[in-house]
């Protein structure tokens, strides 16, 4: 049992670039998240998904797209880089919301660090 | 005034100390609580839920007060290996259940 893996750990990208993050879980998870961290400004929600075929806005989602095409999986795409974008991109899954600690625990990739030049 | 806010430290405390964070929150429709841990470049990790009639986990206890809406972390005995950075968590009802981070807390326990 992996739990949430992110795929890759580090990247450099050139401005105008473009890639793409790949997070998978294996805990048949409905909710999956893409967040970005940067100093003194905390988790930051880009996109999100609460089931397979489906995703949402979050509180930044501009210059990123995404995909859950399956449930295990959750794509975040940059499809041209910015400096802005520089940052760790972590993602994370949980159950669901039952509102309780047993469906609500999110659980958390090990990050992407990610430099735009 | 942002939904979920906390006090960014950072708290600098001795070896053995007790030490309390606090985290408020503004929507008075929120259900869930929970503190989180994040170590310096790590993915941030479950500490604790937060429930209504507080718990408690060996050196840590966690409380909600849902008047004055806010959730507090007590840490007693406070070791070298608690240093970290502490995240509330609140999640609200009402819409589609997504969990809000506070910016975190900054610990530092020295010897």
């Known amino acids: 049992n992996a739990g949430v893996t992110q795929t890759p750990k580090f990247r450099v990208l050139k401005t105008g670039q473009s890639m793409t993050l790949l997070c998978a879980q294996d805990m048949n998870h409905e909710y999956m998240y893409w967040y970005r961290q940067d100093p003194g400004m905390g988790l930051r929600l880009i996109h999100y998904?609460?089931?397979?075929?489906?995703?949402a806005k979050g509180e930044v989602p501009d210059g990123y797209n995404v995909s859950r095409l399956k449930k295990q999986n959750f794509l975040l795409g940059l499809e041209s880089a910015a400096p802005s974008q520089t940052s760790v991109y972590f993602c994370?899954?949980?159950?669901?919301?039952?509102?309780?600690?047993?469906?609500?625990?999110?659980?958390f990739g090990p990050g992407t660090r990610l430099t735009v030049l | 005034r942002k939904e979920v806010e906390q006090d960014p430290g950072p708290f600098n405390v001795p070896e053995g100390a007790t030490v309390a964070f606090n985290c408020t929150y503004s929507n008075s429709a929120s259900q869930s609580f929970f503190w989180y841990r994040q170590d310096c470049r790590k993915e941030p990790k479950l500490l604790m839920s937060?429930?209504?009639s507080g718990n408690e986990d060996g050196r840590f206890t966690a409380q909600l007060n849902r008047a004055s809406q806010y959730i507090s972390l007590l840490i007693r005995d406070s070791k070298l290996s608690d240093s970290a950075t502490y995240l509330c968590?609140?999640?609200?009802?009402?819409?589609?259940?997504?969990?809000?981070f506070g910016r975190g807390t900054s610990l530092i326990v020295h010897p």
């Open positions: 937060v429930y209504s």
């Open positions: 998904s609460v089931g397979e075929g489906t995703t």
């Open positions: 968590v609140v999640i609200s009802s009402g819409g589609s259940y997504i969990p809000t």
């Open positions: 994370a899954s949980s159950y669901g919301a039952g509102l309780a600690e047993s469906t609500d625990t999110q659980y």
